[in-house]
T-cell receptor
Framework: QKEVEQNSGPLSVPEGAIASLNCTYSDRGSQSFFWYRQYSGKSPELIMFIYSNGDKEDGRFTAQLNKASQYVSLLIRDSQPSDSATYLCAVMGETNWGKLQFGAGTQVVVTP | DVKVTQSSRYLVKRTGEKVFLECVQDMDHENMFWYRQDPGLGLRLIYFSYDVKMKEKGDIPEGYSVSREKKERFSLILESASTNQTSMYLC????????????FGPGTRLTVT
């Protein structure tokens, strides 16, 4: 069973600070990596995706991928109370043609 | 914007009833997926479809079936609902090639009593 692991949290972050979320995966052939945000009672919404090793920035969000170490991370800069949510990491394997394996999510709580 | 809609936001059914959950997407996506989400267990794939009339089992297909007669529509069927199928059901869609990012519908909270 291919696995995607995340720390469940909650991760408590002061407003204005950087939130750092980590995700590890077991399928070494994985090629595509996604971060979703899910507010309580709502469905997941895509924040960003990353395919290549290194950093990818989009606004206050930065995704970091290290395929050799099999981890992907998400940084949220200048955290706001509206960032309080559960963040899901999702991974697509080498031959899965669109099937994503989701982690259980990390709950982030931004405190004013 | 991609729009994925689900037929019901909340649904209450009795044990043994046949339940239909419907999902419609308007972006001409080839792939469609049904997940259930339970506290502490994350998103689990029930079934997915990569084309009309094509389907493949996900991780937890037992007790469920699906139907995809049109590209934009993917239905999840609970043949005989049981209390352990009480859950949040999420539909998603994506392109068959390219970015593969999945877009989710609003979800159906199903309670089986």
């Amino acid at each position: 069973q291919k696995e995607v692991e995340q720390n469940s949290g909650p991760l408590s972050v002061p407003e204005g600070a950087i939130a750092s979320l980590n995700c590890t995966y077991s399928d070494r052939g994985s090629q595509s990596f996604f971060w979703y945000r899910q507010y309580s009672g709502k469905s997941p919404e895509l924040i960003m995706f990353i395919y290549s090793n290194g950093d990818k920035e989009d606004g206050r969000f930065t995704a970091q991928l290290n395929k050799a170490s099999q981890y992907v991370s998400l940084l949220i800069r200048d955290s706001q109370p509206s960032d309080s949510a559960t963040y899901l990491c999702a991974v697509m394997g080498e031959t899965n043609w669109g099937k994503l394996q989701f982690g259980a999510g990390t709950q982030v709580v931004v405190t004013p | 914007d991609v729009k994925v809609t689900q037929s019901s936001r909340y649904l209450v059914k009795r044990t043994g009833e046949k339940v239909f959950l419907e999902c419609v997407q308007d972006m001409d996506h080839e792939n469609m997926f049904w997940y259930r989400q339970d506290p502490g267990l994350g998103l689990r794939l029930i079934y997915f479809s990569y084309d009309v009339k094509m389907k493949e089992k996900g991780d937890i297909p037992e007790g469920y079936s699906v139907s995809r007669e049109k590209k934009e529509r993917f239905s999840l069927i609970l043949e005989s609902a049981s209390t352990n199928q009480t859950s949040m059901y999420l539909c998603a869609s994506s392109l068959f090639r390219g970015n593969y990012e999945q877009y989710f519908g609003p979800g159906t909270r199903l309670t089986v009593t």
